[in-house]
């Protein structure tokens, strides 16, 4: 009889216990902040990030299956394992099916599953890389800083010289092509003081340029830093712009298409602006809504309406953004904030 009841009571407390634990309130935040100790995993829901201390973190991409690219002082990551070494630090490109990292002798893209097939582009000048599907963008500078863009394509795994992209009466140091952003039918390339916009009438057609949109203000820093398209809008970061003498609070220029022709709106302002706010130092797309980050926080804006604010208990110092299908990775100097 003793035995039995030495038996049976651990197994009563087991049950008791895995009563009250499946039972107890879980935490209703979609969003929880965290440091990321030195070589630790952290695993929240089905997002997995693992880095050394966040001032080690660089960048961070993400496409649209899930699969991460970390770019850290070391080498680049890819879905945590390390892939890469010898990297300048610029931000890499990502695709559903490659990355493309940025290198001392050029580009280097590899695929991210299957058969890890690498192809590497030759650019004494290499500055910034992004993905349009199959296609590869690809900008690099010549000894005397000028930019042009060269669009691949890839066929038979092989990325081959589609269309080559020069600022229009390009001069020295006009840095053209240091940012990029591409949709089916609209490109829009940054260059040192203003950003191109380019049209295609499909895929299959080479860019043509339509329009250069200035500063409506002055010539702030780093205008066109960030550039985000949607169905009918063009976002022009200048994250460097003084609003209401708050030095550096940044501001977020928004040009919509009305009938063939795109108008300046009402520029957009953190909802918590500061000074060194920086606001617009990221904008991704990802559905209907647009999503801006500052130094504090990540916002997704539908339309002109603000519908939801992403930020920890403290500071996260929202530098750098990833965000796909409701996914969002939001780096900073400290911390890193994971949906």
């Known amino acids: 009889m003793i035995s039995v009841l030495l038996y049976l009571i651990p197994m009563v407390l087991i049950i008791i216990w895995f009563i009250v634990f499946a039972t107890m309130p879980r935490t209703p935040e979609a969003y929880r902040d965290f440091e990321l100790p030195v070589n630790e995993t952290m695993v929240d829901d089905e997002t997995m990030l693992t880095h050394e201390p966040q001032e080690d973190v660089i ?26 070494t010898g990297a300048l630090n610029l931000p890499p490109a990502i695709s559903d099916t490659h990355v493309a990292y940025v290198t001392e002798q050029g580009f280097t893209v590899d695929r991210i599953h299957g058969d890890k097939q690498r192809f590497h582009i030759d650019a004494r000048l290499p500055l910034f890389a992004v993905f349009d599907g199959l296609s590869l963008y690809v900008t690099t500078l010549s000894e005397e800083k000028a930019g042009m863009v060269t669009r691949y394509e890839c066929i038979d795994g092989s990325w081959v010289i589609y269309q080559l992209i020069e600022r229009p009466h390009s001069t020295p ?5 240091r940012h990029v952003t591409v949709t089916d039918r ?3 390339v940054t260059d040192a003081i203003s950003v191109h916009m380019f049209y295609r009438p499909s895929r299959a057609d080479e860019w043509s340029r339509i329009k250069s949109i ?5 010539s702030p820093l780093l205008f066109g830093s960030q550039t985000a398209l949607t169905r009918n809008a063009c976002y022009i970061a200048s994250p460097y712009e003084t609003v ?14 009305l009938g063939g022709v795109w108008k300046l709106g009402e520029p957009m302002v953190s909802p918590f602006k500061q000074e060194e706010g920086r ?3 990221s904008i991704c797309v990802d559905g209907d809504l647009v999503w801006i980050s500052d130094s504090r926080a990540a916002y997704a804006y539908r339309g002109d309406e603000l519908v939801q604010t992403v930020s920890g208990e403290t500071e996260v110092y929202g530098l750098g ?6 996914k969002i990775i939001l780096s900073g100097d400290r911390r890193t904030l994971v949906s």
Do not use: C, E, H, W
């Open 59 to 84: 960048s961070v991409k993400m496409n649209q299956t899930g699969d991460k690219v970390i770019l850290r002082s070391t080498g680049y990551y890819v879905n945590d394992d390390f892939t890469f």
């Open 321 to 326: 953004l990833a965000v796909r299908k409701g």
């Open 244 to 257: 209401d003498g708050m030095t550096y609070a940044g501001v977020v220029y928004v040009y919509s298409r």
């Open 214 to 218: 200035y500063p409506p203000v002055g």
């Open 186 to 188: 609209v490109m829009l």
């Open 173 to 177: 140091l006009d840095s053209f092509g």
């Open 279 to 281: 606001f617009g130092s």
